[in-house]
Every structure is written in structure tokens, then in C-alpha cells.
């Protein structure tokens, strides 16, 4: 069975840092490019970041740019979100989604959400 | 980057109802547009991607239509199963953004 299972979430003070995991099963991770996709409570999905699957092209949105750092391990089947600098604004369901691949980038598997509150 | 405007924002139906999302591109985006279905407390579901192309395992009476800047997601005949909040989500750029969502409320 196809699977993601984020980890890692939880209760962190503004200005803290906290790192998500993804492990995968049930394909070849190597060969997919990912996401991460938050869900801040009670508000509509936001795409935060996405990794090739050489790890050649990373791009983050706007609101994470230069405080989130995106990064996967082939050999473990893992994808990583290293969040620094958190603000209240961070507080969100993470979730991290493949991309289809052979040129679609859409997000046809997804994990349930790890979640993060960043609160003092 | 590009912006995705959805309307309604929210939509009454009744079961059996044909009922028809919109989605706006701030630029043209081709046909790279998926739309998601997600329930409450659940991560969201592909329905469609490449603007018109079902998902497998999607059911058939969900269609998707468009490219450029305007796009329209149709369940022909709404089931109790429909009731949820809907996303498009452009993948033109590598900023990919996702429209406001449209919730599908019973009448």
C-alpha cells in the first residue's frame, strides 16, 4: 500500500525551530518529487515547499522563504522540514504529498498531517 | 506568483443536484490544474489533474474543464458522499498555489 506518515509535529514558543518528518512506503521515493502542504485551523490549504527527486530543484512559498529548509533522504525514503524562526502564523496541519511524476506535478498521494502550534 | 480565485466560496445543494465550481488563474496556467476534495479532519483527495483527466478511483460523475485562466469543476449529480470543501490548485509555476476552497453545504 502506498503510504506517507508524517511525525514530528507539536507545541513549540515563537521564535523556535522543529523538524517534520515523512516516511514513505509502498513505491520507489527516489523517483518522486514532494511537497509539503499546510492547513492553518479553519483556513484553506497553503503550499509551503517542493523537492525534485535528485533533490536538483527546491522551491518554497513566499511566507516560509528563508526559514524553512526542505531536504529528503533517498536511502531512507524520507522527506524533512526543517522549520526555524516560527512564528504564531506557523500554527498549522503539515502535511507532505507526492507529485505523479512524468512531467504532472499535482499531489495525488498525501499523508494525514502532522500537526504544529507555535504558541508561548 | 500566481493567484487562484474560486466562487462560490460556499454552495447549498440537495442530492442529485448538478453543481459547478469555478476557479480563476491570475495568468494563464495551460492545463496544469488539479482540484481536491477534502472532508473535515482529512487530508485532501485528488479528483483531477491536468485540468480535465479523473483520477483513478475518482467517481465519473466529477468533471473537470478549462485551461488558460478560467476553469470549472461539475458533479453531475451530487451524492451525500460530495458534501465537503473543494480546492483547485495551480502547478504552472513552481510556486503552486491553491484557490480559497469552495465548501458544498446540504440545502
Known amino acids: 500500500e502506498v503510504q506517507l506518515v508524517e511525525s514530528g509535529g507539536g507545541l513549540v514558543k515563537p521564535g523556535g525551530s522543529l523538524r517534520l518528518s515523512c516516511a514513505s512506503s509502498?513505491?520507489?521515493?527516489?523517483?518522486?518529487?514532494m511537497n509539503w502542504v499546510r492547513q492553518a485551523p479553519g483556513k484553506g490549504l497553503e503550499w509551503v515547499s517542493s523537492?525534485?527527486?535528485?533533490?536538483?530543484?527546491?522551491f518554497y512559498g513566499d511566507s516560509v522563504k528563508g526559514r524553512f529548509t526542505i531536504s529528503r533522504d533517498n536511502a531512507e525514503n524520507s522527506l524533512f522540514l526543517q522549520m526555524s524562526s516560527l512564528r504564531a502564523e506557523d500554527t498549522a496541519v503539515y502535511y507532505c504529498?507526492?507529485?505523479?511524476?512524468?512531467?504532472?506535478?499535482?499531489?495525488?498521494?498525501w499523508g494525514k498531517g502532522t500537526t504544529v502550534t507555535v504558541s508561548s | 506568483d500566481i493567484q487562484m480565485t474560486q466562487s462560490p466560496s460556499t454552495l447549498s445543494a440537495s442530492v442529485g443536484d448538478r453543481v459547478t465550481i469555478t476557479c480563476r488563474a491570475s495568468?494563464?496556467?495551460?492545463?496544469?490544474l488539479a482540484w481536491y476534495q477534502q472532508k473535515p479532519g482529512k487530508a485532501p483527495k485528488l479528483l483531477i489533474y491536468?485540468?480535465?483527466i479523473l483520477e483513478s478511483g475518482a467517481p465519473s460523475r466529477f468533471s473537470g474543464s478549462g485551461s488558460g485562466t478560467e476553469f470549472t469543476l461539475t458533479i453531475s449529480s451530487l451524492q451525500p458522499d460530495d458534501f465537503a470543501t473543494y480546492y483547485c490548485?495551480?502547478?504552472?509555476?513552481?510556486?503552486?498555489?491553491f484557490g480559497q476552497g469552495t465548501k458544498v453545504e446540504i440545502k
Open positions: 491536468k485540468a480535465s
Open positions: 523537492i525534485s527527486s535528485g533533490s536538483d530543484y527546491i
Open positions: 490548485q495551480q502547478y504552472n509555476s513552481h510556486s503552486r498555489s
Open positions: 509502498g513505491f520507489t521515493f527516489s523517483t518522486y518529487s
Open positions: 504529498a507526492r507529485a505523479p511524476g512524468h512531467g504532472e506535478n499535482s499531489m495525488d498521494v
Open positions: 495568468q494563464s496556467i495551460s492545463s496544469w
